[in-house]
């Protein structure tokens, strides 16, 4: 039926521009990724990133051209069935007032507390928990304890992986991880068999992926691997350079 059963993305010709504009933000996309697949997206800030990424949860529709999840076109899931097989980690981390457990659990009230901590520790965040005063009863947000950033965006990564995604979306959601924790977290990630579009400006992250993305205003600059880039692309080269 109309659930996601593998996790197969592909973007046809696709363009977009938000409703209250009339400028183009993505001009005709196309590329796809295969079930289980990493895709490393680039860019400079404004080139479309988050955009392209919105698309697939349809947080907003294509003005053009279609997005198709494992070979059907997101226009005709069920939008709660297409959204339950997506974990979506938005560039800024939201914590709600309530435990760290709620915090994970948020969208998943099933989850049990074995399922909370092993999403936890994939996700580089149960240490840091065990050492709070009330390790997962610990509240956070309003009157809560205070998290840095990093720790944030992990707990943010927890709760998506806390539902078993077929589809995972980290938007630059590694920013403030030191590198290690960084590898640490992606081979975790491994063991989800997820497909996985990870947004990021580091280099050493996207040479991991199957593929990358480059974007550059909105348009597809560059696609391949690490490799292939270093040889098509000159915008790619300059960034490794920089
Ligand atoms: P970042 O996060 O700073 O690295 O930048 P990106 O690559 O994520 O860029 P994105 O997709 O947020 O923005 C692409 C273009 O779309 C940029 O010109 C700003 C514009 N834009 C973003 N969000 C909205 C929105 O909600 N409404 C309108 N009208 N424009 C938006
Ligand atoms: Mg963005």
Known sequence: SLTISKGA?????????????????????????QPG????????TGSGKTSL????????????GEVLVDGKNVMNYPIEKL???????????VLFTGSITENIGWGKEDATSDEIISAAVDAQIHETVEKLPN????????????LSGG???????????????KILMLDDST????????GKLLKALRTYSCTTFIITQKISTAMEADHILLLDDGTVEAWGTHEELLNTSPL???IVQS
């Open 9 to 33: 993305v592909e973007f046809k010709n696709v363009s977009f521009h938000y409703p209250e504009s009339d400028v183009p933000v993505l001009r005709d996309l196309s590329f796809s990724v």
């Open 37 to 44: 697949e990493t895709l490393a997206i680039l860019g400079s």
């Open 53 to 64: 990424f919105q698309l697939v949860p349809r947080l907003y529709d294509v003005t053009e």
């Open 83 to 93: 959204r339950k097989g997506i974990g979506v980690v938005p560039q800024e981390a």
């Open 135 to 146: 390790q997962y009863d610990t509240r956070v947000g309003q009157r809560g304890v205070n």
């Open 151 to 165: 720790q944030k965006q992990r707990l943010s990564i927890a709760r998506a992986l806390v539902r078993k995604p």
């Open 175 to 182: 920013s403030a991880l030191d590198l290690k924790t960084e």
């Open 236 to 238: 790619y080269v300059k």
